[in-house]
């Protein structure tokens, strides 16, 4: 803090064919802070970080780097200015080593043009040890961690002498341990004087780590206030423009019949998990990264097999080994990853929405245009998603509408049972409580929802009921009254004894 | 304003791009030779493409997918002379063409089985069974051609309704057929979805071995029906008919915009795509360029549309 001003953008603007999605935005950087960007999906975060970062251009405006205007040509471009971004989807070779990716193409070699081996392990290894990482630049990247590839992201963007580190939404894929090594990194690279540009919808990140944060409104400045000057309602008022007061619904659940059960399943990472779901109930799942929450989530749908066991909706045993089986015994599912497993990004944001209910708008051999038009609207209304058309391609949406797309898709297909995997990953606080609040609608009209998240106030927030899993197995089950954080975290990580779990 | 415009420009050329290609040549075509724009000549043209315009209709199935086929030259002509050889014992075209669908059916179920159940690249898969089938049909005619001889079944090849071609019919009717299958059924939009992103299409529901099985079938199918038409057409089958057709079909369906890596594309396009190649195989036989020859601009007008077409795509891409 208090450092110079090393990087100071003045009135951009960016317009895509309809959309406006920056609309004369400041924004200036200072030396050896975190500062946090805020603002709802479609607010055009991602947008300025592409073009601070030289991966997209802006229609006008002007951005100075220690006082000299410049203006990047490319991300290549940027990284000579020292302007670094860690992606979402990590873009490293997974055959090759920690320290190979770290210095692709630039990689040390001897004066025969033979690479210099000693040297680049070496240099990458002091990188990662300046970092406090703890895996060796040998090792291959396809076995990391989805934590550890992205340190060495940070790490590579160390090598490139990088002075401004932008991470957009870094924490949507990691587990709340992995958020802790991550944190201390930042800690790391604020010592040595860099500036990171953080974004996330996780508001206690946000006010964990940061120095300062600015808002964003549909694509217009709000304000940059020091972290100590706001709160967490004054930064929510400035995101959505009106108070969000509870973001979590009131509910008002008594227990019902049992509508789904599983028993005794198994699976890679699953051991016998015995569970039921009752009608109109949340039901949470929760655990660490391995715990085994999202594959329990993808066996019930028969999106990876089941080694052994039972499932039954209705009081009825059924054949859920495919996710097609899975829909038709009335079970819904929304992913963790919308990109790979939720969207087909290429297609139209109609297409993906009615991808699950094809058989039903189907009338003799033709597709109905007409139904699947109105079908899709209502739920493009309902859930509010932003769209300048259905036709357009749902890649091109911010990340909080495409997860609503994936959620329509699910909604339109109408299932009892709902499995929801992350369901508010990088989605806005705003959309978060419409989230919830559908959430709520739809076990009011009878719907029960198996929900796996690993953001903690989320799940308590939600779920009348809540499920520990650890290594595989459920280790604790708690009704509404009894939740609390320490308690989920302490049998989730395995710091209670088996006497202790109550047995 | 200038902008907007600019935009909504590079817009409909996008869409017509593969027409915008066609009219350039035909109008080279018509500066080169005087004869090319006679109707008989245009007609000829128009048959002459039918083979490889069903095929390629049948190919951009595959290739929506993100698949390839590189069999369907060696179905066609297996389905070919065993059809003629069906037809030349019994005489009976219903019976011959009959076969020729059976042949082109099976040997899709069979592509189809080892790329979707069994996993295999697309393109080792349909790699084996190119060569397989070319040795089945060597064995089959042990190299000499069957001549076909029934006047029926020639029809379907030479034949003509209300002055057009049979063979013309025949290709319009597939194309609107498979037109309406991509764009207006589920199926259709398994296809695409299954192209542009098979896991999530999985966790859909949708049943995706079933659907890019479906595809090769299509495929296997559309080359019989080629096959019958071919052979109708030239009044035999020769043991190295459909050698290399699947290089022309897969020009015609990238020619017609649809991406190799599976997703995006239309099929009428495509039928364009097969024009394009068509007129250039017919221009240079009007100018009595060697035979040999022909290939090599083949090829090189295959390059350079597919570069132009990617350097409209980033002007469009830039655009934005
Ligand atoms: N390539 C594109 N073409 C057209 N519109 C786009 C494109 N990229 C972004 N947009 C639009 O620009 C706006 C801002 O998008 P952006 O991705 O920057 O939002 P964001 O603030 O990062 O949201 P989120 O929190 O959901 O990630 C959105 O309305 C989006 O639909
Ligand atoms: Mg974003």
Redesign the interface.
């Known amino acids: 803090m208090g450092g110079r001003l090393v990087l100071k953008l003045e009135s951009i603007v960016k317009t895509?064919?309809g959309v406006k999605a920056l609309d004369g935005v400041h924004l200036e950087i200072f030396e050896g802070e975190v500062h946090a960007l805020c603002g709802e999906n479609g607010a055009g975060k991602s947008t300025l970080m592409k073009i601070i970062a030289g991966a997209q251009p802006y229609t006008s405006g002007a951005m100075y780097l220690v006082g000299k205007e410049v203006v990047f040509h490319s991300a290549k471009d940027a990284e000579k200015h020292g302007i670094a971004m860690i992606y979402q989807e990590f873009n490293m070779v997974p055959e090759l080593s920690v320290a190979e990716n770290m210095y692709l193409g630039r990689l040390p070699v001897s004066p025969f043009g033979k690479v210099d081996w000693n040297k680049l392990y070496r240099e990458a290894q002091e990188n990662l040890d300046h970092l406090g990482l703890k895996f060796s630049a040998k090792t291959k990247v396809k076995n990391l961690s989805v934590a550890e590839a992205q340190m060495t992201e940070i790490a590579k963007c160390l090598t490139i002498g990088a002075k401004i580190i932008i991470m957009d939404e870094p924490t949507a894929a990691l587990a709340e341990e992995e958020i802790q090594i991550l944190f201390r990194t930042i800690e790391e690279l604020k010592k040595k004087g860099i500036a990171i540009v953080y974004i996330s919808h996780r508001m206690d990140e946000i006010f964990q780590i940061s120095d300062r944060l600015t808002v964003f409104r549909d694509g217009k400045f709000v304000a940059s206030k020091l972290i100590g000057e706001t709160d967490y309602d004054d930064v929510v008022s400035m995101m959505v423009g009106r108070n969000v007061s509870n973001l979590y619904p009131v509910r008002d659940y008594k227990t019902q019949e049992v509508v789904f059960e599983a028993r005794k399943v198994n699976s890679r990472g699953v051991h016998d998990v015995s569970l039921k779901l009752h009608k109109g109930e949340i039901l949470g799942i929760t655990g660490l990264l391995g715990a085994g929450t999202i594959e329990l989530s993808k066996l019930i749908?028969g999106?990876i097999p089941m080694d052994s066991g039972e499932i039954y909706v209705h009081g009825e045993k059924k054949d859920c080994s495919?996710?097609?089986k899975?829909?038709?015994a009335g079970i819904g599912?929304v992913?963790d990853d919308r990109k790979?497993?939720?969207?087909?990004?290429?297609?139209s944001i109609k297409?993906n929405i009615?991808?699950?209910s094809?058989?039903k708008?189907?009338k003799g051999?033709?597709?109905d245009?007409k139904l699947e038009a109105d079908r899709v609207q209502e739920q493009v209304k309902a859930l509010n998603i932003k769209v300048s058309s259905a036709q357009q391609p749902a890649g091109k949406l911010s990340g909080g509408n495409q997860q609503k797309v994936v959620f329509a898709?699910v909604l339109l297909?109408d299932s009892d049972i709902l499995i929801l995997d992350e369901p508010t990953r990088g989605v806005d606080v705003g959309a978060k409580a419409e989230i919830y609040t559908i959430m709520n609608k739809l076990t009011e009209a009878g719907k029960s929802i198996l929900v796996i998240s690993t953001d903690l106030p989320e799940l308590i927030g939600v779920s009348d009921r809540v499920i520990v899993m650890r290594e595989g197995r459920t280790v604790l089950e708690i009704s509404k009254q009894e939740m609390n954080q320490e308690k989920i975290l302490a049998h989730a990580s395995g710091g209670v004894s088996e006497n202790e779990t109550g047995n | 304003m200038k902008q907007e415009t600019k935009k909504r420009l590079i817009n409909q050329i996008n869409i017509y791009r593969s027409v915008l290609i066609l009219l350039v040549i035909c109008i080279f075509a018509a500066f080169l030779s005087e004869s090319f724009l006679s109707v008989s000549n245009l007609f000829n043209v128009f048959k002459q493409v039918t083979v490889a315009g069903i095929i390629g209709c049948g190919m951009t199935f595959v290739i929506l997918t993100g698949g390839i086929d590189l069999s369907v030259g060696s179905i066609l002509g297996f389905a070919g002379v065993v059809a003629s050889g069906v037809l030349a014992s019994t005489g009976n075209t219903f019976l011959a063409v009959l076969t020729a669908v059976a042949i082109g059916i099976t040997c899709g179920i069979v592509n189809g089985f080892f790329i979707s159940q069994c996993g295999i690249p697309p393109f080792i898969a349909t790699l084996g069974m190119m060569t397989l089938l070319r040795g089945c049909v060597l064995v089959y005619t042990k190299g000499s051609p069957i001549p076909v001889k029934v006047d029926s079944y020639k029809f379907i090849g030479k034949g003509t309704v209300l002055g057009v071609p049979v063979p013309v019919i025949i290709l319009i009717a597939l194309f609107l057929l498979a037109h309406y299958i991509l764009t207006q059924t589920s199926f259709g939009r398994s296809i695409y979805a299954f192209g542009g992103n098979r896991e999530a299409a999985r966790l859909s529901g949708i049943s995706v071995k079933k659907t890019e099985w479906m595809a090769y079938i299509i495929n296997g199918f559309l080359s019989g029906i080629a096959a019958v038409v071919l052979t109708a057409r030239l009044g035999s089958a020769q043991s190295t008919s459909g050698q290399g057709i699947e290089m022309d079909a897969i020009a015609a369906v990238i020619l017609g915009g649809t991406s190799l890596s599976g997703g995006t594309g239309f099929v009428l396009p495509t039928v364009v795509g097969a024009m394009i190649m068509g007129i250039i195989d017919n221009i240079l036989t009007l100018m009595n360029v060697n035979p040999h020859a022909t290939n090599i601009v083949k090829g090189a007008v295959v390059l350079i549309a597919v570069l132009v077409d990617k350097k409209v795509k980033d002007l469009s891409a830039k655009a934005e």
């Open positions: 895509f064919p749908y999106a495919s996710p097609r899975a829909l038709e599912f992913s790979q497993e939720g969207l087909v990004l290429l297609r297409e009615s991808m699950s094809l058989k708008l189907t051999f033709r597709l245009n898709k297909a």
